[in-house]
């Protein structure tokens, strides 16, 4: 399959987990605290991720100065999460404690559309350089998208929005993804600048914002789902590689 159409196929399925996180928090099921998992096994399969595979096959990479590249995507996730977004995590947000101001709402809105166009960059520059490292890329970032739809949803709703608008904000983040994909894809020759830009999106996203609320929930459960997120980008990148994906 052509890696554009493989990449918006699976861009599309991001973009769904986005949606049904924020459907989630806005149909009010008497059950989510299983979301911590997908946190805890995200963090994990994403640090590996971008440690063994994005930033190697980023520093490989002829004609651009990579670590730069890699440190730049990092502050740039970093700067708009404390300037546009301050003070939100990825977990509900409804009680009265964590009511935050109406405008916040939304500047957490753009700060995670930011985050999530970086996502679909993510996922087109891997399936250029190859399949197997796009398919690593793609369950990395699915697996926090769950937990990000839910996040953005719980923050309008907690900012006094209503559940259709708390639910467009989880659209918004899957629209965001998609067209990550899209302007990587247009832009594919350029890939030496999107591969490491989004690597450092991923170490930022893995262990400065996932890690955190794994090390809130007490106990050695959480690190051990880490573990076997980490476990899991192994088993994967040796199926793939063995495939000869």
Same mark, same amino acid.
């Given at each position: 399959?052509?890696?554009?159409?493989?990449?918006?196929?699976?861009?599309?399925?991001?973009?769904g987990?986005?949606?049904?996180?924020?459907?989630i928090?806005?149909?009010?099921?008497?059950?989510? =605290?299983?979301?911590?998992?997908?946190?805890?096994?995200?963090?994990?399969?994403?640090?590996?991720?971008?440690?063994?595979?994005?930033?190697?096959?980023?520093?490989?990479?002829?004609?651009?100065?990579?670590?730069v590249?890699?440190?730049?995507g990092?502050?740039?996730?970093?700067?708009?999460?404390?300037?546009?977004?301050?003070? $939100?995590? $990825?977990?509900?947000?409804?009680?009265?404690?964590?009511?935050?101001?109406?405008?916040?709402?939304?500047?957490?809105v753009?700060?995670?559309?930011?985050?999530?166009?970086?996502?679909?960059?993510?996922?087109?520059s891997?399936?250029?350089?190859?399949?197997?490292?796009?398919?690593?890329? $793609?369950?990395?970032?699915?697996?926090?998208?769950?937990?990000?739809?839910?996040?953005?949803?719980s923050?309008?709703?907690a900012?006094?929005?209503?559940?259709?608008?708390?639910?467009?904000? =989880?659209?918004?983040?899957?629209?965001?993804?998609?067209?990550?994909?899209?302007?990587?894809?247009?832009?594919?020759?350029?890939?030496?600048?999107?591969l490491?830009? =989004?690597?450092?999106?991923?170490?930022?996203?893995?262990?400065?914002?996932?890690?955190?609320?794994?090390?809130?929930e007490?106990g050695?459960?959480?690190?051990?789902?880490?573990?076997?997120?980490?476990?899991?980008?192994?088993?994967l990148?040796?199926?793939?590689?063995?495939?000869?994906?």
């Open positions: 399959m052509h890696p554009f159409l493989l990449s918006l196929l699976v861009g599309l399925t991001a973009a987990a986005n949606i049904f996180g924020g459907t928090i806005t149909r009010k099921p008497r059950e989510r =605290s299983y979301l911590k998992y997908f946190v805890a096994l995200g963090a994990g399969f994403m640090l590996a991720t971008s440690i063994i595979e994005i930033i190697p096959k980023s520093l490989a990479l002829p004609g651009t100065n990579a670590p590249l890699i440190l730049a990092y502050l740039l996730i970093h700067f708009f999460e404390h300037t546009v977004t301050p003070h $939100f995590h $990825f977990g509900e947000e409804t009680h009265r404690e964590h009511f935050v101001a109406a405008h916040k709402g939304f500047s957490v753009v700060g995670l559309v930011i985050h999530a166009f970086f996502d679909g960059i993510a996922i087109s891997g399936f250029i350089i190859s399949t197997s490292l796009g398919w690593i890329i $793609f369950l990395a970032i699915f697996l926090h998208k769950i937990p990000e739809g839910f996040t953005v949803a923050v309008m709703l900012s006094g929005r209503s559940n259709a608008l708390a639910w467009g904000a =989880s659209v918004a983040l899957g629209v965001a993804t998609l067209l990550g994909v899209v302007a990587m894809m247009f832009f594919r020759h350029e890939v030496q600048f999107g490491p830009l =989004s690597g450092g999106v991923t170490v930022y996203v893995a262990a400065s914002d996932l890690m955190p609320e794994v090390n809130r007490p050695g459960t959480m690190a051990v789902v880490v573990l076997l997120g980490v476990a899991g980008f192994f088993l990148n040796r199926l793939l590689k063995t495939g000869g994906w």
